[in-house]
T-cell receptor, first 115, second 111 residues
């Protein structure tokens, strides 16, 4: 089945040690999103790619960066993770032009823990 | 600040009852609304979308939208224990805007 796949499901890293989370999709959607979700909170959009165009949310920390080498893959890089970056990271895709009827399809998420 | 507000719950209903989940939004420009179900430790799963005032039914689920009151709701009929999850309401402004999520309402269906 076409889907959004995130790897790994669980990631443990040390304080300050760079970490990369990956997302791949077989839906051939041209928009890919990265969200951060902490316990009992709403998913918070970090940034998204519209094709190759990168769109950063104004309040996304500089510590967070993203790469999209091709349509299928998107990476979230955290350069120097702090304890406050421990969260579930969700990747989502949608078809664009978005159109109001196009929902976002989510991967299973990567739960990041910081030691 | 565009916001989507939900009661965090938990909302507890007995098996077989109707669960009613509510959501309000602040941005009058919002045109599309989505309900996602999120099981603990899992990612959000789309269950309903609604764009026009009124009701939209899909199986046991009914979404209701009232743009004048800026209010969206989700009714779950014949609630099952497997419906126990957090339900996220999301809005989109226009056709290109990003989704804005509420914090979610935790639903517990007791056997």
């Amino acid at each position: 089945d076409a889907m959004v796949i995130q790897n790994p499901r669980y990631q443990v890293t040390q304080f300050g040690k760079p970490v990369t989370l990956s997302c791949s999709q077989t839906l051939n959607h041209n928009v890919m999103y990265w969200y951060q979700q902490k316990s009992s909170q709403a998913p918070k959009l970090l940034f998204h790619y519209y094709d190759k165009d990168f769109n950063n949310e104004a309040d996304t920390p500089d510590n967070f960066q993203s790469r999209r080498p091709n349509t299928s893959f998107c990476f979230l890089d955290i350069r120097s993770p702090g304890l406050g970056d421990a969260a579930m990271y969700l990747c989502a895709t949608s078809r664009a032009p978005t159109g109001r009827r196009q929902p976002q399809h989510f991967g299973d998420g990567t739960r990041l823990s910081i030691l | 600040q565009k916001e989507v507000e939900q009661n965090s719950g938990p909302l507890s209903v007995p098996e077989g009852a109707i669960a009613s989940l509510n959501c309000t939004y602040s941005d009058r420009g919002s045109q599309s609304f989505f309900w996602y179900r999120q099981y603990s430790g899992k990612s959000p799963e789309l269950i309903m979308s609604i764009y026009s005032n009124g009701d939209k039914e899909d199986g046991r689920f009914t979404a209701q939208l009232n743009k004048a009151s800026q209010y969206v709701s989700l009714l779950i009929r014949d609630s099952q224990p497997s419906d126990s999850a957090t339900y996220l309401c999301a809005s989109r402004q226009g056709s290109q805007g990003n989704l804005i999520f509420g914090k979610g309402t935790k639903l517990s269906v007791k056997p």
